[in-house]
């Protein structure tokens, strides 16, 4: 089993529809949940961050951690096309430096 | 604001070639990563670097050696390029008192002939 685990998509949804992006992983000792955007030929940027389990919201994004399924989400309200990227899930553990990163979330949204 | 400049954006090399990647940063960072980055494989780590002339193998080190000989400046080669090393290349850099947010650079995207 992969350490970490997301669905490559694509996902194509109207202007406005409520997106949601997963990742399951494997590693109980994940502390550290990451969610990173990548625009064609550019680098990844982060978006949201959170430490251990919860939620966390920025404008419409929200992310959610179940440490308890080893799950992380998500969501994107009112989805706008300027949210069409590639979606990466990343996530560490207490003493780790490098990052584990799912295999990306492409996401197109269409006007 | 913060900043991690890959010195080349697009390259076209041929086999056998030797390839140097450039990766600079303004942060003051302690460690510094190069991932390749390939459709249907995702993020791959080569090797990172957590201070000065100090390296670490990650998961794909097989065919590149990194250099770090000052704390801004982090250099991956390739000592024979191959076909297969035809990918996007992207450095990053994250303090030592860490919340894991990495900072990507734009990438370089590696054409090997």
């Known amino acids: 089993q992969k350490e970490v685990e997301q669905d490559p998509g694509p996902l194509s949804v109207p202007e406005g529809a409520i997106v949601s992006l997963n990742c399951t992983y494997s590693n109980s000792a994940f502390q550290y949940f990451m969610w990173y955007r990548q625009y064609s030929r550019k680098g990844p940027e982060l978006l949201m961050y959170?430490?251990?389990?919860g939620n966390k919201e920025d404008g419409r994004f929200t992310a959610q951690v179940d440490k308890s399924s080893k799950y992380i989400s998500l969501f994107i309200r009112d989805s706008q096309p300027s949210d069409s990227a590639t979606y990466l899930c990343?996530?560490?553990?207490?003493?780790?430096?490098?990052?584990?990163f799912g295999k990306g979330t492409t996401l197109s949204v269409s006007s | 604001d913060v900043k991690v400049t890959q010195s080349s954006r697009y390259l076209v090399k041929r086999t056998g070639e030797k390839v140097f990647l450039e990766c600079v940063q303004d942060?003051?960072?302690?460690?510094m990563f190069w991932y390749r980055q390939d459709p249907g494989l995702g993020l791959r780590l080569i090797y990172f670097s957590y201070d000065v002339k100090m390296k670490e193998k990650g998961d794909i080190p097989e065919g590149y050696s990194v250099s770090r000989e000052k704390k801004e400046r982090f250099s991956l080669i390739l000592e024979s390029a191959s076909t297969n090393q035809t990918s996007m290349y992207l450095c990053?850099?994250?303090?030592?008192?860490?919340?894991?947010?990495?900072?990507f650079g734009e990438g370089s995207r590696l054409t090997v002939l």
């Open positions: 990053a850099s994250l303090p030592r008192t860490n919340t894991g947010e990495l900072f």
């Open positions: 959170t430490y251990s389990s």
């Open positions: 942060m003051d960072h302690e460690n």
């Open positions: 990343a996530m560490r553990n207490q003493a780790g430096t490098a990052l584990i």
